[in-house]
Every structure is written in C-alpha cells, then in structure tokens.
C-alpha cells in the first residue's frame, strides 16, 4: 500500500524568511496531493492541492511542486509570519480509484518566530 | 454554514468503560472517516464509511466500532478492549469514495483515560 514520509519533523523560521517542507510517496499511481494545517486543539484544514497533471499550483504565499518521477512533493511558504505556526500534514490517494483513502504524512510542526 | 461536528471536545474514560464519540456532519457527503492521532504519529486510519450501512476497517481498528444508520452520522465507540485509548480523535468527511478531493476535518476529541 502507500506510505508517505515526510520531512521535517519540526522546523523554525525566522518571521519573513521562506519555509519548505518535503513529502515522498511510494505508489506511483497516486495522484491528488493536499496539503492540510493543523492549529492547536483544532482539525486539519486543507490549505492547498495538486494534481498529477500539474508540476506546480501558487496560491498567495503558498505554493506545492510535484515531481512525478521522484514521487516527492514539497509545500513552500514564503514571507511567512507567526500566524503560519502549526502543524502541516501532506497526504497522497488515488483519485477515481476504489477509494478516496488519504494516506497521511507523520507532520511538521512549523514555528516562525517572530 | 456546512461543516462536521464532532462531540464532545474533551472526554474522560474510566477503565473498562465504553464510550462513544459523536460525528455530524451537514455537508451531504457520502464518505466518512475516523482517525486517531498520537504525537509523532500523524493521523493513523481507524475506520471509514462508504455509505449507509456499511463501513470497512481502517489500520487500526482493534479496540473500537462504529455504525453507520444515518448518512449525517458516523459515531465511533472505543471500548475496554482498546488499551490505549488515550490520543485526540479526528472525524473527517468527503464528498464520495472515488473522487479525489480532500476532507473536510471536525475539530476533534481529546480523550483521557483516568
């Protein structure tokens, strides 16, 4: 079945300066990527998504590349601010397969510090 | 507004006691999901719901049930048998098994064993 790993555990950044954080996945027919944020005490909420049809998708400050070959895809943050602290979670399915199953990355704790 | 609830936030649990974790959700979604989560751990699988009654084992079911009678509901039961109960309980939604979009996450259960 499908394993991602994901790295760093934890990560600290200084406010302003750039963060990236890096998921590999094991099945190749994977192809929906979301990237979820998790605060304190709250659920994961999904911040962004790619598609294996897609090498790249930019939302503001938030950006996710995809490197099919390498099966590895990254979330990068830039001009980040101490609002962007939390918990980040990528995760890998097979969309249209027989389920919509996430299979879940074991998180990075981001802290900016100000 | 759309969205999941799950109930309650916090929950204690004696030895050998039985409880049960509550998951509404009004999104009209056809798939439903529990994860646990334990520090290090990421979001582990412990059941998930395809539609109205039915519902498969997840990567750690032992120690917990779930019923699915209604499609708004996907209450989740961790009995005595589960030995290591202690851990915050995610309920998640999405919209059917085969499309890849991401879920929609509740804001969790924080059980203790005392």
């Known amino acids: 079945g499908e394993n991602v790993e994901q790295h760093p555990s934890t990560l600290s950044v200084q406010e302003g300066d750039s963060a990236v954080i890096k998921c590999t996945y094991s099945?190749?027919?994977?192809?929906?990527f979301p990237w979820y944020k998790q605060e304190l005490g709250k659920g994961p909420q999904l911040i962004i998504d790619?598609?294996?049809?897609?090498g790249e998708k930019k939302d503001q400050r938030i950006a996710v590349t995809l490197n099919k070959t390498a099966k590895h895809f990254s979330l990068h943050i830039t001009e980040t601010q101490p609002e962007d602290s939390a918990v980040y979670f990528c995760?890998?399915?097979?969309?249209?397969?027989?389920?919509?199953?996430?299979?879940f990355g074991t998180g990075t704790l981001l802290a900016v510090q100000p | 507004d759309g969205g999941i609830t799950q109930s309650p936030k916090y929950l204690f649990r004696k030895e050998g006691q039985n409880v049960t974790l509550s998951c509404e959700q009004n999104?009209?979604?056809?798939?439903m999901y529990w994860y646990r989560q334990d520090p290090g751990q990421g979001l582990r699988l412990i059941y998930y719901?395809?539609?109205?009654?039915?519902?498969q084992k997840g990567d750690i079911a032992e120690g917990y049930s779930v019923s699915r009678e209604k499609k708004e509901s996907f209450p989740l039961t961790v009995t005595s048998a589960q030995k290591n109960p202690t851990a915050f309980y995610l309920c998640?939604?999405?919209?059917?098994?085969?499309?890849?979009?991401?879920?929609?996450f509740g804001s969790g259960t924080r059980l203790t064993v005392v």
């Open positions: 998640a939604s999405s919209m059917t098994v085969t499309l890849g979009y991401g879920y929609t």
């Open positions: 099945d190749s027919a994977s192809n929906y």
């Open positions: 790619i598609r294996s049809n897609v």
């Open positions: 995760a890998a399915s097979i969309d249209g397969g027989a389920t919509n199953k996430l299979i």
């Open positions: 999104l009209n979604h056809d798939a």
């Open positions: 719901s395809q539609i109205v009654n039915d519902f």
